[in-house]
Each structure stands twice: as structure tokens, then as C-alpha cells.
């Protein structure tokens, strides 16, 4: 049995692992360069067209869960389907900006959403969501892809650079993530901070 429980947890650690280096980010075009002595940089965010696990698109995996959990008690799919997009503000946003402004701290540059003042905007497109799961016995790491633009605030036609993030993962330690929306917040915190430490090698 011992060894039954010890196999089980090195081959979760294995997963985390495969899944935090597997993790990408690409600078597919433009420059980063024009951050370089900003001290606000705008945010926004566009979850209009990601797909989800094994679906195409969120519209489908939404519905599907919705009915199902509706089948199982009355309303409480209507609730999950409300928590699952209340979660973008409430949680997945907040937690991408405060771990990029810790990881551009040094830098001197602080994303805040609503700042169209700012000289530049990052958009955030969420693009795939792979939610994950947490039985108890059984883990799946949530991760997510991401493109995210960066463009002029005072005309966001004109693409400074854009930047795609692969296989963010979203996980807590010692598993104690049985939450979809807390899960994916991970993702989006990873997701912050890893933008932020991009940036950083780019403007050395």
C-alpha cells in the first residue's frame, strides 16, 4: 500500500513537472522595447474565442455543464455557469496583474486595468482552457494558452509586438485545488509572472 501511495505521488510530481516545462513564451513579432521607461501600462482582457478541454468552444463545454449539473439538482448549473464568468474579475484578472507587477517591480512599470492614459495596452486573449480536475486521489493540472498583443492605447490597430504563451499551468501546492476557478487562477497568476520576467530579460 505504501508503495502503492508513494508511486501515485511521484507521478503526480512528474506531471507538474512535464506540464511547468512544457510552458512557453514566444515573442512571435514586434519589440518590447518601447516598455522601456513606462511606468503604467494599460491592460485588457478578451475571452471571446477559447476552446475548452475537449470542446471547440466555450459555448459548448458551458452548455454541457450547465445541463448537467442542472439534471443533478435544480439551478445549480445556472450558479456554476455564473461563477465560471464572474471568476474572470474576481479572480483570474486580479491575479495575473499583481504577479506581474511584482515581477516588473524592478522595472519600475505597473499594469492597471482602465488606463487608457497609458502610452500602451497589453491585451490578454485567452485562447485555451484546459480546466483540469482534483478528485482526491485523482489530479489533472488545469493550463491555458494565451496571445497577448501589445499595442498603442490611443490606437490599438497599430500591434507593437505579440507575444503567445503556451501550457500555463494552474495548480496549488500539496493539491489542495479542488476548484475549477481556482485552479485556472493559477494558471493566469503563472501567466502574469511569467510575462513579467519576459519583459525583464528583453529590457536588460
Keep these: ?27 512571435r513579432s514586434g519589440d518590447l522595447a518601447v516598455l522601456s521607461g513606462q511606468k503604467t501600462v494599460n491592460v485588457e482582457y478578451d475571452y471571446s474565442e477559447f476552446g475548452v478541454g475537449k470542446f471547440a468552444t466555450e459555448k459548448e463545454y458551458v452548455d454541457k455543464k450547465t445541463a448537467e449539473y442542472n439534471a443533478k439538482e435544480a439551478g445549480r448549473g445556472d450558479t456554476w455557469q455564473k461563477s ?54 485523482m489530479r489533472k493540472n488545469a493550463y491555458v494558452d494565451y496571445e497577448i498583443d501589445l499595442v498603442e492605447s490611443a490606437n ?27 485552479r485556472i487562477a493559477e494558471s493566469y497568476a503563472k501567466a502574469g ?3 513579467a520576467a519576459f519583459i525583464d530579460k528583453k529590457l536588460k
Design 1 to 27: 500500500m505504501k508503495k502503492w501511495i508513494l508511486a501515485a505521488v511521484f507521478a503526480v510530481a512528474v506531471l507538474d513537472n512535464v506540464s511547468v516545462f512544457a510552458q512557453r513564451v514566444d515573442l
Design 84 to 137: 465560471w464568468v464572474d471568476d474572470r474579475k474576481a479572480r483570474f484578472e486580479p491575479k495575473f496583474e499583481e504577479l506581474f507587477n511584482k515581477g516588473a517591480e524592478d522595472k519600475g512599470i505597473t499594469m492597471l486595468q482602465s488606463r487608457p492614459d497609458a502610452q500602451y495596452t497589453f491585451i490578454v486573449r485567452t485562447k485555451f482552457v484546459e480546466p483540469g480536475f482534483n478528485v482526491g486521489v
Design 156 to 182: 490599438k490597430s497599430n500591434k507593437v509586438a505579440e507575444i503567445a504563451m503556451r501550457n500555463v499551468p494552474g495548480a496549488q501546492a500539496f493539491g489542495m485545488d479542488f476548484d475549477t476557478g481556482q
Design 193 to 195: 509572472k511569467s510575462l
